[in-house]
Nanobody, 124 residues
Framework: QVQLVESGGGLVQAGGSLRLSCAAS????????MGWFRQGLGKEREFVGA????????YYADSVKGRFTISREHAKNTVYLQMNSLKPEDTAVYYC?????????????????WGQGTQVTVFS
């Protein structure tokens, strides 16, 4: 069993930056692909980005490509989402998720464990 806890969300002005963290307990994340998803108010959960088990490959939604960066630190059993040039449309609850998979997927159903989410609000 993997427990995931996100942190780092908050209120930020458009153009600003935030870094979200996803800390795991219960099991090492070394063998898990990790994904970030978000869900805005009244919207469906959508894929933001993902990173494979080694950290050597990352994948992003077109809407965040070039602005967001995913990384992972095995020693801390933690995955990060660096968000730059934030826009009001990035406002959402952000979730991290873990999948026992070689290549991370873009569908929420492909992930086995989820965090509780952290709110990101971007104002103009």
């Amino acid at each position: 069993q993997v427990q995931l806890v996100e942190s780092g969300g908050g209120l930020v002005q458009a153009g600003g930056s935030l870094r979200l963290s996803c800390a795991a307990s219960g099991r090492t994340l070394r063998t898990y692909a990790m994904g970030w998803f978000r869900q805005g108010l009244g919207k469906e959960r959508e894929f933001v980005g993902a990173i494979n088990w080694s950290g050597g490959s990352t994948y992003y939604a077109d809407s965040v490509k070039g602005r967001f960066t995913i990384s992972r630190e095995h020693a801390k059993n933690t995955v990060y989402l660096q968000m730059n040039s934030l826009k009001p449309e990035d406002t959402a609850v952000y979730y991290c998720a873990a999948a026992l998979a070689t290549i991370p997927g873009r569908l929420s159903g492909e992930y086995d464990y989820w965090g509780q989410g952290t709110q990101v609000t971007v104002f103009s």
